[in-house]
């Protein structure tokens, strides 16, 4: 019962328990010394600190937790992957808000990005499993992407983010901020993770399908060489890349005249 638990834990801070952990947590139940471990903490916060939650995301800091042996008793909070309270002690407006969730907002943006940070600076090795999974997943590897982008690549037209997601500039910039393998696990081609990112003022269906033809035919032609020809050889490119570009869009069931195509070519 609750009230067993918090007289054990009034007891240890009185001196009169020394192993608090071995009684109340048991081995193989994350989530129940989760719930226990949650119980404690807001105890401790609402009895013996008067705080609310809002004054425990500003106030908090690792000796009080210390003082308050709540030091430990953290560790058994199950939180998001975004968080690790062993390692993020000096943010504790996280540690606020996975012990009071509905009172404590943190941006799923401001996640994200301290765990992409972690990453580039190896504080991490890996993204932790199911991160990029299922739809808040792939919020993530946009926010990321995102990211990267507003950082690291600068562009003047809609037409280059695409030119560059079509080759090495994309993929330099997926390596750079650590989102690579993001984009190999989670989407088609480099192309399908940006056209995604893209808000819908930015999406230009007719740069997606070209820039993905280009991407798709690298293999065969090499894609430095085969903009090349597109730019220096208008008659080779209607005869020879307009029209496989043609059929390619059909297969994609988007219907785009020669004049659009011509369009896309030449800017």
């Known amino acids: 019962m609750l009230s067993d638990y918090i007289a054990e834990y009034d007891n240890l801070l009185l001196g009169k328990k020394t192993d608090l952990f071995s009684m109340i ?8 010394n989760s719930h226990i471990a949650g119980d404690i903490i807001r105890y401790a916060v609402e009895h013996y600190l008067h705080w609310t939650p809002q004054e425990m995301a500003d106030l908090m800091t690792p000796e ?29 407006r996280c540690l606020a808000w996975v012990v009071y969730p509905k009172a404590i907002t943190v941006s799923t943006v401001d996640l994200t990005i301290r765990m992409l940070h972690r990453r580039m600076n190896r504080e991490i090795y890996k993204w932790p499993k199911e991160f990029f999974s299922g739809p808040e997943g792939e919020n993530r590897a946009i926010i990321c992407l995102r990211y990267a982008i507003d950082n690291g ?15 090495k500039r994309g993929l330099d910039l997926m390596r750079r901020y650590e989102i690579l393998t993001v984009c190999r696990d989670c989407f ?6 940006l056209h995604i990112t893209l808000s819908r ?29 597109i730019i220096s050889s ?24 020669p004049d ?8």
Do not use: M, W
């Not at 947590?25 to 129940?32: A, G, I, L, S």
């Not at 088609?188 to 993770?193: A, G, T």
């Open 25 to 32: 947590f048991q081995k193989d139940k994350p989530v129940e």
């Open 64 to 92: 009080i937790l210390q003082q308050l042996k709540l030091d430990k008793i953290i560790r058994y909070l199950v939180c998001p992957p975004e968080i690790d309270p062993r390692r993020d002690l000096e943010d504790l």
């Open 153 to 167: 690549l600068p562009c003047d037209s809609v037409q280059e983010l695409y030119e560059a997601f079509a080759g």
């Open 188 to 193: 088609e081609s480099p192309l399908d993770y």
């Open 201 to 229: 003022s930015q999406h230009n269906a007719t740069l997606y399908h070209f820039y993905k033809y280009l991407y798709l035919e690298k293999n065969a032609f090499g894609a430095d060489e085969l903009t090349d020809v």
């Open 234 to 257: 208008p008659s080779y490119a209607e005869k020879k890349s307009l029209s496989r570009f043609r059929d390619y869009t059909y297969a994609e069931e988007k219907r785009f005249t």
């Open 260 to 267: 659009e195509l011509k369009g896309v070519i030449v800017q």
